[in-house]
């Protein structure tokens, strides 16, 4: 189960980014979804280009236990006993150091974190402020993370909050607000 849900979430990306191919077996995973047939001669190598760097998102840790899921019959996400934000996401820090390294295996390019960041249901209090501890608690977890991720060796060269403002959520739209600025 873990290995087809690493599959669909990680490696059908990294894999193509840095071997030039989709990995055989999330190919024969999907077989009963997919025939791949949107593939076109060229695909790859243009796919495989040289980059940069290599940018992550992370909000949460997913943890995999028997179950349906899109592309397997096999799989499904398990809750745990832990914090969670507003949308329902578990607060994992110790998952950013490890999908940071993982990421380092499949490449020695700079890499970087791109969006990290909870969303809280932000309340303004009578003198104007908003108490955000759990963000503060949340972003300092998830700074450590990537300092554990450096002292362990992984290229980690910038890390990016996500959001500096609140913004249109493509699922929830305006409710959850993610914003460092109310």
């Not at 979430?9 to 999330?26: I, S």
């Not at 990016?160 to 109310?182: C, I, M, P, Q, T």
Request: aromatic share 12%; glycine share 10%.
């Amino acid at each position: 189960a873990a290995r087809r849900i690493d599959g669909l979430h990680n490696r059908l990306f990294l894999d193509a980014l840095f071997t030039g191919a989709y990995p055989a077996d999330v190919w024969a995973d999907l077989a009963e979804v997919s025939d791949f047939g949107f593939v076109r001669d060229g695909d790859h190598a243009v796919i495989s280009s040289p980059l940069d760097f290599l940018g992550v998102n992370y909000y949460t840790r997913h943890v995999v236990g028997q179950g349906p899921y899109p592309g397997t019959q096999l799989a499904s996400f398990v809750g745990r006993d832990l914090p969670q934000t507003a949308m329902g996401w578990e607060v994992d820090s110790s998952g950013l150091t490890e999908v940071l390294q993982k990421a380092a295996r499949h490449t020695s390019l700079p890499i970087y974190v791109m969006e990290n960041g909870a969303a809280y249901d932000d309340v303004v209090g009578p003198d104007g402020h908003v108490d955000d501890g759990d963000r503060i608690d949340y972003l300092r977890a998830h700074i450590e993370a990537c300092a554990t991720a450096i002292r362990a060796g992984v290229p980690l060269r910038g890390y990016f909050v996500w959001s500096l403002l609140d913004n249109f959520e493509w699922a929830r739209g305006y409710a959850k607000r993610f914003g460092l600025v109310y």
